[in-house]
């Protein structure tokens, strides 16, 4: 009998092994992710919070290719939203634009261009002399652009990003991550106004210095035209970096980012993007907090021309979720019940900070709506008037 005791209890013990085994198994397949991707690289993020829902290799340095372009589109476009150059502005093209290798336009030295036709160029056809005519005329040599490049990718939090050229032809010390490239796509999106380039399929401009070539671009990113809701954003292509595509597609209220890097064909950039995006849509959702400029609180004001000022979000926030969950959001605004004034737009006067099950989940700055202009004197004397003759009545 206890032999029998025994024996049932090392079988017992046997089977909870294998048991444990199992579902350690089941566990470490779960963590490679729902799909296997042939890229080297990928990463698939929400594109307002920058929140990771799939990763492969995403901090590995690889070549990015012409995905550099992305840091051109998104320089231009600050300088655009500035006002320091507008789409109608004229770029001279230069022997060096003229000379770039790959893929180009065939501009030619000596010739203008305006900006639009140039952006239409990098977005379409990836166009290198197009990409370095626009940073030239931006910062005046490459040299001093790519530096700006740089800068911006140090600002951004691209830690393993370091760019060599404008272009991304090849260069031993020209790399980037799946996750690198995700920040700046994040950033450049931030810009509506991008999309009227990125989703062109098909369109004509004119080169040469009498105008009498017609160049016909085609979109290199197949999903503007095959894929629901894509709206860019960049293809690229050398030997060194083999196939990559960042994509960025939106349905609803949610908006997504995939990277992939060092595909092994040009379809299978394509589909490895389709399936990252297709998982993403399929199984969350973007749930809404606030948007850019929504007017938050109004607070009192004190010694200002005005009694009071809207303050409002410092930009767009939502939460990803997954689909059939549900959380319940607790806000918390943070603002003081006066403020002295001056103060300008946009500075920072409180935070909201957002949680769940008390647990801190974001924070989002609140910042000034306009300018507020201390009161003068005179403008102090009419308030009191004013406030007199009101309560007189």
């Known amino acids: 009998m206890n032999k029998l005791v025994k024996y049932r209890k090392i079988t017992s013990i046997l089977m909870l092994l294998v048991l444990v085994f199992i579902f350690s198994s089941l566990s470490f397949a779960e963590t490679e992710g ?37 840091m051109v589109l998104l320089i231009a476009m600050e300088e655009i939203n500035s006002g320091n ?9 230069s022997a060096n ?57 140090k600002q951004l939090g691209m830690t393993n990003t370091h760019f060599k050229n404008a272009t991304g032809l090849p260069d031993e010390e020209h ?12 950033e450049l ?38 894929y629901q809701g894509a709206n860019g954003l960049k293809t690229g292509l050398t030997n060194e970096a ?27 950039r394509f589909l490895e993007s389709k399936k990252l995006l297709d998982f993403g849509f399929a199984n969350y959702d973007s749930l809404p907090i606030c948007r850019k400029d929504e007017v938050i609180k109004k607070v009192k004001v004190s010694k200002g021309k005005e009694s009071d000022l809207n303050i409002v979000a410092e930009r767009d926030y939502s939460l990803l979720v997954k689909k059939g969950s549900s959380k319940e959001i607790e806000k918390e605004i943070i603002l003081p019940d006066v403020i002295n004034a001056p103060y300008e737009k946009g500075q920072k006067i409180g935070e909201m900070i957002l949680k769940t099950n008390g647990n801190e989940i974001g924070r989002i700055s609140l910042i000034a709506e306009k300018d507020l202009k201390k009161a003068s004197v005179i403008d102090m004397f009419k308030k009191v008037t004013t406030i007199f003759l009101g309560n007189s009545r």
């Open 34 to 70: 729902p799909f296997k991707l042939e890229s080297k690289s990928a990463i698939l993020i929400d594109a307002i919070s920058g929140e990771i829902i799939y990763e492969k290799n995403i901090h590995e340095r690889l070549s990015p290719a012409s995905i550099t372009k992305i």
């Open 85 to 93: 150059m507008r789409i109608d502005d004229k770029v001279h093209v």
């Open 97 to 153: 634009a003229e000379r770039m290798g790959g893929s180009q336009v065939y501009l030619e030295e000596g010739e203008t261009q305006i900006v639009d036709d140039l952006l239409k160029a990098i977005c379409l056809r990836s166009a290198n002399d197009a990409a370095v005519a626009l940073a030239e005329h931006m910062s005046g040599s490459i040299d001093v652009f790519v530096q700006r490049m740089n800068e911006k990718a």
């Open 175 to 186: 790399l980037s991550t799946a996750y690198d490239i995700s920040l700046m796509s994040k």
């Open 189 to 226: 999106l931030k810009y509506p106004k991008i999309h009227e380039w990125l989703t062109i399929y098909m369109t004509d401009i004119k080169v040469g210095k009498n105008k009498n070539v017609t160049q016909t671009l085609v979109n290199t990113n197949r999903l503007i035209r095959e």
């Open 242 to 268: 083999g196939h990559c595509l960042a994509a960025s597609a939106k349905r609803g209220n949610l908006s997504l980012i995939s990277v992939v890097l060092g595909g092994p064909t040009s379809n299978s």
